[in-house]
């Protein structure tokens, strides 16, 4: 008897599939270690992402129009509350530079990707999210507003009020 009704729930369960594909993770990843979150720490936030997606289905809410775009919105929120918690113990700067190491690359690439880590690592939280979302993760700025739930206008505006931030830090340091 135990077993007919283990074999009921099982049919009764859907399948387990994994909620973000391989490239919707990586771009979580690159997004949570961008947004400045130390490696170690990398596969807590891609399970909290998916967590979070779970929760959404089992409240009954609908699933995101684009799941990828929805994963990166959210891993950018956890690196922000990350920051928030940690106080910003390590600098972006030296995890930018971890993930970018091309064998091939020369040392202005480094230098550069160095001076842009460092920049971004001053920016605002929210300049700086704008700026990986759209940059990093290579969200269109209509995806972007519909996911933080403001105007395209306003995404824009401050996309380039962090965009001119950042170009006059990396002016200030004679890297640009």
Not at 32 to 54: F, K, N, T, Y
Not at 96 to 102: G, I, M, V
Request: net charge positive; proline share 5%.
């Amino acid at each position: 008897m135990l077993r007919r009704r283990t074999r009921v729930k099982e049919a009764e369960t859907p399948p387990h599939e994994d909620l973000l594909d391989a490239a919707q993770e990586r771009r979580v990843r690159a997004v949570l270690a961008l947004g400045g979150v130390p490696q170690s720490d990398l596969p807590d936030g891609v399970q909290q992402v998916r967590l979070r997606l779970l929760e959404r289905s089992a409240n009954g809410q609908e699933a995101p129009r684009d799941v990828s775009a929805w994963a990166a919105v959210v891993a950018s929120n956890l690196a922000m509350d990350w920051h928030r918690a940690r106080r910003r113990q390590e600098r972006i700067g030296e995890r930018l530079a971890s993930l970018r190491q091309p064998e091939h690359a020369s040392g202005e690439d480094r230098v550069l990707s160095l001076a842009v880590a460092q920049g971004l690592d001053e920016l605002p939280d929210a300049q700086r999210q704008l700026l990986v979302l759209r940059f990093y993760a290579d969200l269109p700025v209509r995806d972007i507003a519909g996911e933080l739930g403001i105007p395209e206008g306003t995404v824009k505006s401050r996309l380039h009020t962090a965009v001119r931030a950042l170009r006059a830090r990396l002016r200030e340091d004679e890297v640009v």
